[in-house]
C-alpha cells in the first residue's frame, strides 16, 4: 500500500469529473421541432374535386363569389395607377382559394350554401364526398361540437404587391387563412373577398347590375404600404376562352372557368413610405376556378393583360412545355372598345422575347422585354416590364410585372400598359 | 519537511482507518446518508421545475404577450377583431386544456392552435413547421404528438389515440409526429397534443370561444400596440404579459418546494452530527498514536493537516456514494414530487429526471463542507495533544464538567433567539426554519447537561433493577459525558425531527378529515374526473344535471361551479355554490359578519378562504375586485371560512352572484341529497346507470368522497412521509454507528473489567445496559425537541407557506416509536462490541498498557 493522499484523492476527483462532464456536456438548446406527416398525395389528385368539362351558363352575382368543390380559385386585379405628379404606380392584389379536400365541410363557411347550386350545376360530383363533419362521426357524443366554425377545407391566400416605378421598387406581401371563423372567405351578399382585414367588397351604385357593378379594394402591408382604391367597370364583363370555359391542357377536365373586368376605371389612395398618395388609372379584373390546369409536360404560363391607349384590350397567355419542341397551348382575346370579343386562334400570336433578367434572389431567368405581333390584326407592340425586379417570392415564386407597351395597331402609334405574370421558371 | 515524510503520516491514516472498518464505513455512511437526501430532493425539485418551464417555453413559443377572458374563456369574437378590425397581424388563438391518452397513464396538455397563424409562434405547431393542414383544420378528428410518445404507444401516423378529456372518451387520428431535434425540445413536448382550434373546441366544448389569444408585440411600438390593442378589447378581458402566467404557476410551488428542501437539510444536519461524532472517535482513539508522533517531532499543523485529510477522504467517497444514491432515491421522490405537483397545482408531467450541474454541486460543497466543518474540532483537539498523553482523557472530561453550566446557559441563549426570530413580524418561511436551526442547535448544547441530571435520576432505578452493574453502566455514560454527549446529541436530533415531521403530519390529516366532515353535508357528490385532483377544473355536461333532477330518489340538488378568474390579487380561484343561505351549515367560519348567511343568498357579498386572507393580506370589510363579464366589480368580504382543500386560497360566491355577472352558465360538480325513503347507496347506483354513455363522472356518496379526498391528502404527504422515514433510517444508522464506535472505543475499560473478574454474561449486561441507556436518555430528550420542531412546523411555517390554522395532535403511539427507535438501535449497538469483547482474550486488549 504505496497510495499517497494525493493519489488516493485524485481518483475519486477524476471520477466525479468524468462523470460531471458526460452528465452536463448536453448543451442549453432552443427548443426546435418540426412535424412529419405520412406524405400526402401531392397537387396531382383531383378525385373527388368538381372539374372543369364544358361551358358553362354564369349566374351572377353568385359566380362572382366563390366556387367550392372546384380546387383553386382567384380574384386576381392588377392594374397601373398614376399619382396626381404622373408618377406610375403598378399593383397586383389577388386573393386564392385553395380547397384542401374534396369534401365540403359541414357548415364551415357561408360560401357551401350559396353555390349549393354549383355543385348540382357541375353533375360530376358524388353526394357521397360531401361528408358531414368527420369529427361528429368518429365521435358522435361531443354533441355541443357542430357549432365550431373552425374546422374548414378553404385555405385562403393573398398577394399584394405594389411596383413604385420611380423609385423601381416592388414591394410585396402575402396571407394565409383559413375560410372559416369570419377569418377568410367570400360571400355574395352583401359581397366581400376577404382575408382578414384584406378585402375585396361591392360598392352601393345605383347604375350597376349584380353582373357589372364596383368594387372596393383594401389592403395593409405588414411594412404599412397600403391601397384603398374602388374600381369600376367600364366595359361589360369578358367571358374568356369558350363563353367563360378556357382549356389550358389537352387533357380532359384541364380547364378552367375564367371571367373578366379588362378595363375597370381606378381611383384611391396609396400609402407608402409615410406618404399618402392620391391615384388613379386602370385596373384589369380576372376571377378564375378550376380543378386541374395543366398537363404533366407542362412547366408553366407566360399571361398578358394589356391595356390599349385606343380602347382595346388583349389578353394572351401561352403555357410552355418542358419539351421545347412542342408548340405551347396559347389563349387570346382582344377586347374592342364597344367591348367586342374576338378570340386569338392558336398561332395567331407572335411573341419574340428580346431580353431576360435573371433574379438575384431565386436565380430564375425570366424574359423582361417582347416583340408581341398579331398580323391578322396589323398589331406588332413592344412589350416591356417597367423596370426589372418584380418577383414575388413569397410560399410560391413567380414573376408579376407591370408592363409598358408601344407599337403599331393598323397603322396608328399606340401605347399602353398592362401586367405579365410568369410561373415555373423556378431554378431546380 | 520531505514528501516521504508527510507520506508516512498519510499511510498512518490510511492505515488506521482500514484497520477500523466499521467505523470507517459508517463515518463514509453518515456523509453519504445526508448527503443523498439534500441531493434527491434538490434533483426532484429540479428536474420538475425544469420540465415545467420547458414546456411553459415550448407552448408560449415566441409570445410576448396575450389576451385573455374574464374566466377561463374568451369570446373568439375577440380573435376576429384582432384580425379584422384592428388588422394585428401577430396574433394567434389558442385552446389549451388537459387530457388522457389511452395506453400511457399520464395527462396530456392538449394545444388547441390555428396553424396557420402559428407561424411565428411555434414552429412545432405550425404549417411552416409540416402540419398537413388537409388533415388538420378540415374538421377531421385528428392530433399530432410527440414521435417518441408515438413509439412508445407502439403507433404510427395515421393510426387511431384514444383520449379522454373531462370523462369523456375521443377517437382521434394520427395526423403527423412531432420530431425534436434535441433533448430539451423532445421533453418539453413529450406531453403535448397538438390538435386544431375546431379539434380542441369540439374537445373542450368550447365552441364559440377559446382559452387565450397569443401576440408578439415588438418592443420599439409596445406601448402604443399595447395601448390600441386593450382599448379594442370587451369588458372582462385583458391584455397581459406572457410570462405572467407561467410564473403565477412557479410561484405556486415556491413553498413547497421549499419545505421539502428544508426537511432534507434537516437531514444534513443530522448527518453533520454524525460525521463530528465519527470524527471525534478516530481522534480519540489514536490519542497515544499522536502523542508518539509529537514525540518524535511531528508538528501540531502536521497532525492537523492530517486529520483533515482524512476528513476530506471519507467526506469525498461519502459525497459521491451519497450523489449516487441521491440520484437512484431522486428517481423514487420525483414520482411522488410530480404527483403531489398534479394533485395540488397544476398538470405536470415529468418523464425523467434531469440531473443539473447545480444540485450535483451543492451536494459536493455540503457533503465536504459539512465533513470538514465536523471534523475540524477534533482536528485541533488532535493537534493539541501534549507529548504526554496519559492523562490527557480525564482532562478533557473534567474540562466539559467545568464547562457545562456554560455550555448549557450558551444553548439556552441560542434556543432563546431562535424563539426570537419568529417573533420578527412578517418573518418568511426561511425565518422559521432559521428558528428551528437555532432552537435544535441551542437544545444540543444543553443535552450534556440534561444527561448528567437524567443519569443522577436514573441511577438509583438502574442500581435497584440490575444491581452494581446497572448502576456501573448508567454511571458510564457520564464519565465519558464529552463523547456520549455528542452521540446522543446526534440521536436526540434525528429523532426528534422524525417526531417534529410526524406531528406535523398528524395534525394536518386530523384537522383534514374533522373539516371534510363538516364540509361534506350532502347524501351524493358528482364530480367528472378533473386534472388536478384538489381542483374541479372540468365541467359537468347540462343534460346530466337534468338527468339527475329527475332521477328517482334525489330529494335536492345544489350545485358547484370552479373557475379561476383574474382579481385585483392575480388570478384566484373562485368558486360558486347555490346553497345560498344553507351554506351555513357546510361552511365553518373563522370570521364573520353578523347576518352574513342571508345577506350571501341575496346580497352582493363573497366570502373568502383562511388561506386567501393569508396569503393576500386580505380580511373582513375589504372590497374584493373581480374581473368579471361586466368589467371590473368590487364585492365586500363578510366572511372567512376554513378550506384545507386548496392551498392557494379561493373565494366562494353564491350562484345567483355568480349569475349576475357572468354568462358562464358551467358546472363542476353536483351535491345531491337523497330522501328519506332512499338509501344513499341504492341512490348512488341508481345515478350510476344513468349516465351511462352521457359523460364518465364520479359518483360519490359521502363517505365515499372523504375517502377519495383523505386519499389524496394522504398521496400529497407521501414525500413527506418517505422523508421522515429517511431520517428515521439515518437516525437509526447514526445511533447504531455513534454507539457501536464508543463501545469499541472502550475495549481497554472492558479488558479491565474482564480482568477484575466479570464474566463475560456481565461484560454483555454492562455493555447493553449502556447502550440502552444512552437510547432512552436519547429517545427521552428526543420528545421536547421533536415536539418544539412540530410546533413550529405547524404553527410557524405551515402558517407562513400556506396559510392554514391545524389542531395540534400528539399521538401517542407516535412518541412511543420515537423511544422505540432510539432504543432499539441502541441495543442494537451494543450486540456487536460485547459480543466481541466477551470472545477476546482480555489479556490481548490489555499488553498495551
Redesign the interface.
Known sequence: ?????WQ??TI??L??LVL?WV??S?S???????????Q?LSGGDTEGYIQALGPREFVFPGDHGAHPGFKTEWWYYTGNLFTEEGKQIGYQFTIFRNQ??P?V??N?SSLAQDNDRQTSQAGSTDPAQIKP????R??P??K??????????Q?YLAHFAISDVSKKEHVFDER???G????AGASVDPYQI?L??WEITRVKDLEASDERFPVRIKA?M?NGTALDVVLNPLKPLVLQGEEGYDKKGGEDGNASFYISFTRMQTEGILQKDGESLVVSGLSWMDHEWSTSALDSGQTGWDWFSIQLSNGYELMYYQIRNTDPELLPQTTGSLVAPNGQKRDLDQGEVRLDVLKYWTSPYTGARYPVQWILAIPSEELEIDVATVFDDQEMTVSVQYYEGALQVSGKFRDKAIKGNGYIEMTGYEQD | MSRKHQDLLWQSSLRFLLKHPWHFLLSILGVALGVAMVISIDLSNSSAQRAFSLSAEALTGKATHQIQGSGGFLSEQVYRDVKLATGYRNAAPVIDGYGRVQGLNRTFQILGVDPIAEGPFRDFSSQDGGIDLAKFITGQPTAVLSELVLANLGKNIGDSLQISVGGRPFVLFIAGAIATSNKPSEQALESVLLVDINTAQHLFDMAGQLSRIDLIIPDENEELIIGSLSSSLPQGTRLVSSGSRTDTLSQMTRAFELNLQALSLLALLVGMFLIYNTMTFSVVQRLPLIGRLRALGVTKSEILFMIIREAVLIGLIGTMLGITAGIGLAQFLLGLVTQSINDLYFVLSVQELTIDLVPVLKAVTLGLGATLMAAFWPAREAAETEVSTVLRRSLSESRLAQRLPSLSLIGLAIGLAGGGILLIPNGEIIAGYNSLLFVIIGFSLVIPALMVGLVALMRPIFGALNGLIGKMSVRGVVTELSRTSVAVAALVVAVAASVGVGVMVDSFRVTVVSWLESQLQADIYVQPPSAVARKADAQLQAELVQIFKETEGVASVHSVFSEDVMTTYGSSNLVTTSLGAKASHSYQTKEIQDGFWEQFALEEVIMISEVYAYRFGVGMGDSLGIITDKGMQYFPIQAIYFDYASDMGTITMNRSLYDRYFDNRAISGLALYADDQTEVDVLVNRLRDSVVGVQEVFIRSNKGLREASIEIFDRTFTVTVVLRLLAVVVAFVGILSSLMALQLERAREHAVLRANGMTPGQLWNYVITQTGVMGVIAGVLSIPLGLLISYVLVYVINLRSFGWTLEFIVSPPLLIQAIGLAVGAALLAGIYPSWKMARANPADALRNE
Open positions: 500500500m504505496k497510495l499517497s493522499f488516493v484523492i475519486p476527483l471520477v466525479g460531471s452528465l452536463f448536453e442549453e438548446a432552443e427548443i426546435k421541432a418540426t412535424i412529419s406527416a405520412a400526402a384542401l379536400s369534401s365541410a359541414g364551415a363533419d368527420d369529427f361528429v368518429i365521435n357524443e361531443s355541443g361540437a357542430q357549432n365550431s366554425v373552425w374546422n374548414t377545407n385555405l394565409y387563412s383559413r372559416a371563423a369570419g377569418l376577404w382578414e382585414d395593409e405588414s
